[in-house]
């Protein structure tokens, strides 16, 4: 036998010129770039929906079903009318029950604090209008409607822009045991 034929395919290439190594070695270095990435989104974004006093808030939450108790039984209800110059509401109540001269009305985006607005409505005989500070974008809002004392509330949502009247009413309300 021959050992010249033997010896003839020899590759001599080093590890670092053949492609195995690289692709292998691929999958890895794609995870460990991707999670510099997160790392790096993690740090610089702000997350506003996640709340420092979760359980103070998750205390409150009987005085807020409280108030809405306070409208249910004060047998309040509101129109809201959404338009390009404002917003107008017109609220009723039970016969005999005085309504406030000043409304205060929040419209609250649903996950970017920065666009929600807050109105203080001077109005007379449940006829409410104001001027909102910048246009409402397209999203599912959340308005809430309260007087100056903050005794009671309505709450509410919205669809804007397809959605430009609601109705506030607390009837639905279960009764808190």
Not at 2 to 28: C, F, G, H, Q, V
Not at 83 to 103: F, M, N
Not at 152 to 167: K, Q, V
Request: proline residues 5%; glycine residues 8%; hydrophobic residues 45%.
């Amino acid at each position: 036998m021959n050992t010249s034929t033997l010896n003839t395919i020899r590759d001599d290439k080093p590890w670092y010129r053949e492609r195995w190594p690289w692709l292998l070695m691929a999958m890895p270095a794609t995870a460990i770039v991707a999670g510099f990435i997160t790392l790096w989104l993690a740090i610089t974004s702000f997350d506003g929906l996640v709340a420092d006093d979760y359980y103070k808030q998750g205390l409150a939450i009987n005085q807020t079903i409280g108030r809405a108790v306070v409208a249910r039984d004060l047998g309040l209800v509101a129109q809201v009318r959404f338009s390009a110059d404002g917003v107008a509401i017109a609220l009723t109540a039970k016969p005999g029950i005085a309504l406030p001269e000043r409304v205060l009305v929040t419209i609250a985006h649903p996950t970017r604090g920065g666009l929600d607005q807050h109105l203080n409505l001077q109005g007379q005989a449940g006829a409410y209008r104001g001027a909102l500070a910048q246009e409402l974008v397209s999203a599912h809002w959340k308005v809430l409607l309260e007087d100056e004392s903050r005794s009671w509330r309505l709450t509410g949502t919205a669809f804007l822009p397809t959605e430009t009247e609601i109705r506030l009413d607390s009837a639905d309300l279960k009764p808190v045991d």
